[in-house]
């Protein structure tokens, strides 16, 4: 069976994914995603849903948080072949990114200690 892509979850008219639909797009094991869900869900960058055991993800959400129309920011890691291996979204807020900004101002400017 071929892996879902993100073109194939855009094309989907159901509401919720499963982790492993989301697991296809990702390149991760479902089980991973599911851990994450129930033990941690804020560092997975996407909202998910916890119906006694079960794991569902809203599939519009997950959608904008892989584009990054969902105020987030991505960092990928690229292969040795340039092609993407992963995806990690972190969120984060005005403060933090003025002060990273800042922070590299002061090192292009070339400031000294």
């Not at 129930?38 to 584009?67: N, Y």
């Not at 129309?69 to 990114?97: H, Y």
């Amino acid at each position: 069976m071929a892996r879902k892509t993100l073109a194939d979850v855009k094309a989907m008219t159901c509401d919720m994914l499963t982790p492993a639909i989301v697991g296809d797009v990702l390149r991760c094991d479902p089980h991973f995603i599911r851990c994450q869900a129930r033990d941690f869900p804020e560092t997975l960058g996407f909202p998910t849903c916890l119906i006694g055991s079960r794991v569902k993800i809203p599939r519009i959400a997950f959608i904008k948080w892989c584009e990054g129309t969902d105020g987030s920011v991505a960092f990928i890691k690229v292969s040795a072949d340039k092609a993407p291996v992963w995806r990690e979204r972190l969120r984060i807020d005005a403060e933090r990114a003025e002060k990273e900004a800042n922070w590299e101002k002061g090192l292009r400017g070339g400031t000294s200690c």
